[in-house]
C-alpha cells in the first residue's frame, strides 16, 4: 500500500507556536495533498504539492515535499486555537486513488 | 451552493437491517466516492464512480453496494448490517478533470451505529 503515515498521532502546543507534522509513504506518487478534519466534520482540503515541487505555502502554511525520502511535511506557522484539527495526507499514483493516512491530532490551547 | 450532502446524518441499525445513505453534490462533479472512518484507520474507500452510471470497488467494498444513476447523487446501501459496519461514513466529490489528483470534496458524514 502505498498509505501515508503521519507523524506524530498527536501533537500539543500552544497558541502562536509553530506546528509541524509530517507523512511518509511508501511508492512513487505523482501529487500530495494535505486535508484538515475539524471534530466531527469533513475534510476540507488544505493544499496540494506535485511531484516536482520541493515547497508550497498558502496563507500560514508551508508544504514540503522530499520524493527522495519519501515524505511531506506540513508547517502551521502563529497556531490559533481555530487551528484545532485533525490533519491527513493523501496521495496519489497514476490512475489510482487517493490513499488517505491516518491523520495528525494538533491540539492549540490558548 | 449546497456542496457535498448527506442523509441521515445519524442513524441506529439492528444487526441484518437493510439501508440506503444518499449522497448528493450540485458542483456538477464528474468523480464520487465512499469512505469509512474507524477510529485509529484513517480514510478508507469503499466504492467509487468515474461518472453516471458507472462503479468500481475500493480498498474495502465487501458487504455494501452502490449505485450512480444520476449524476449528482450517489448512493451506499447496506443489504445486511453488521456490528463491524459501525462506522462514520464520508461521501466526497471531485471534479474528474486531473483524474483521481483533484482536490476532494467533503460531505459532512452519516454516524452509523450496528447493535
Known amino acids: 500500500s502505498q498509505q501515508g503515515e503521519e507523524d506524530p498521532q498527536a501533537l500539543s502546543i500552544q497558541e502562536g507556536e509553530n506546528a509541524t507534522m509530517n507523512c511518509s509513504y511508501k511508492?512513487?506518487?505523482?501529487?500530495l495533498q494535505w486535508y484538515r478534519q475539524n471534530s466531527g466534520r469533513g475534510l476540507v482540503h488544505l493544499i496540494l504539492i506535485r511531484s516536482n515541487e520541493r515547497e508550497k505555502h498558502s496563507g500560514r502554511l508551508r508544504v514540503t515535499l522530499d520524493t527522495s525520502k519519501k515524505s511531506s511535511s506540513l508547517l502551521i506557522t502563529a497556531s490559533r486555537a481555530a487551528d484545532t484539527a485533525s490533519y491527513f495526507c493523501?496521495?496519489?499514483?497514476?490512475?489510482?486513488?487517493?490513499?488517505f493516512g491516518k491523520g495528525t491530532m494538533l491540539l492549540v490551547s490558548p | 451552493n449546497a456542496g457535498v450532502t448527506q442523509t441521515p446524518k445519524f442513524r441506529v441499525l439492528k444487526t441484518g437491517q437493510s439501508m440506503t445513505l444518499l449522497c448528493a453534490q450540485d458542483?456538477?462533479?464528474?468523480?464520487m466516492y465512499w469512505y469509512r472512518q474507524d477510529p485509529g484507520m484513517g480514510l478508507r474507500l469503499i466504492h467509487y464512480s468515474v461518472g453516471e452510471g458507472t462503479t468500481a470497488k475500493g480498498e474495502v467494498p465487501d458487504g455494501y453496494n452502490v449505485s450512480r444513476l444520476k449524476k449528482q447523487n450517489f448512493l451506499l446501501g447496506l443489504e445486511s448490517a453488521a456490528p463491524s459496519q459501525t462506522s462514520v461514513y464520508f461521501c466526497a466529490s471531485s471534479s474528474g478533470l486531473a483524474g483521481f489528483t483533484d482536490t476532494q470534496y467533503f460531505g459532512p458524514g452519516t454516524r452509523l451505529t450496528v447493535l
Open positions: 493523501a496521495t496519489d499514483a497514476r490512475y489510482s486513488t487517493l490513499t
Open positions: 458542483m456538477n462533479h464528474e468523480y
Open positions: 511508492t512513487s506518487i505523482n501529487n
